[in-house]
């Protein structure tokens, strides 16, 4: 009930924005605003807040993640601050881009005028109005965190024995924050080439190797052609290790950790 008494009392645009009681909007609502592609969202997260060498990581956005339905992808998100939204609503050259910039310049001068009128109010007021607004502040860092510790307890639990579904369940992590499927590949095709190099060895060589020889024991094609670099991976416990721990430094690298 009261959810639905604040969003009667907010602006067509701050329904539209996802706004929240302390005017924060969230990276995929701003995106969806903004009327871009849908399915470039993941590589502007990237690029534009993770990437982003002038926003500081809960100070101008908190980051968290959103669980796919039915057991699906995890996708990344992000609460934005109203300074963070107005810089990133100017990506976007558009009519929506302009719209969205006019709204979080407006909700500054706002935050200037309320900044002016706390000048009249007494020491003591004006202190514990500050200590409100602080420990907001200091509960946005500490969900953020606790985020990352769940990522992280994910990726330091994955053992040499489930290591197949858990390392691919990390790398479609990775697929999905950098975009699309063909992401997905070049992250595989990152991860193999560290693994023949730490190894020193041929996944292609092996693969190839393994397929005669099934060839010669009498197994048809069709299951010859099936096997793939983690099957090879499978058979020496040396590369499981190595390929692990590889999956586990991609992670932190791309910030599934």
């Known amino acids: 009930m009261n959810e639905l008494m604040n969003t009667t009392n907010q602006t067509p645009i701050e329904i539209a924005l996802g706004v929240d009681k302390d005017g924060m909007t969230t990276a995929r609502k701003l995106y969806e605003f903004l009327a871009m592609d849908k399915s470039h969202y993941s590589r502007w997260y990237k690029q534009n807040i993770i990437d982003n060498a002038f926003a500081a990581e809960n100070e101008d956005y908190f980051p968290f993640a959103i669980n796919g339905e039915c057991g ?57 109005i500050q200590i409100e607004l602080n420990q907001k502040k200091q509960q946005k860092q500490l969900d953020s965190v606790e985020t990352q510790i769940r990522g992280i307890r994910d990726v330091v639990a994955v053992d040499t024995r489930a290591w197949r579904d858990d390392t691919e369940k990390i790398m479609r992590k990775i697929g999905n924050i950098c975009g699309d499927h063909e992401a997905f590949r070049e992250v595989h095709g990152e991860a193999y080439k560290l693994l023949e190099s730490r190894a020193a060895c041929s996944l292609k060589q092996r693969l190839t190797n393994k397929r005669r020889r099934m060839a010669d024991e009498g197994i048809c094609k069709s299951k010859r052609d099936k096997l793939n670099y983690l099957d090879i991976i499978a058979e020496d416990k040396k590369l499981v290790e190595i390929y692990t721990a590889i999956v586990k430094e991609l992670a932190i690298k791309y910030g599934v950790a």
Request: glycine share 6%.
């Open 72 to 128: 699906g992808q995890t996708s990344k998100d992000a609460k934005l601050t109203a300074d963070f939204a107005k810089k990133l609503s100017m990506t976007a050259k558009n009519e929506k881009g302009e719209e969205a910039r006019s709204y979080f310049v407006s909700i500054e001068n706002k935050a200037k005028e309320t900044a002016i009128g706390m000048q009249d109010l007494s020491p003591d007021l004006r202190l514990m």
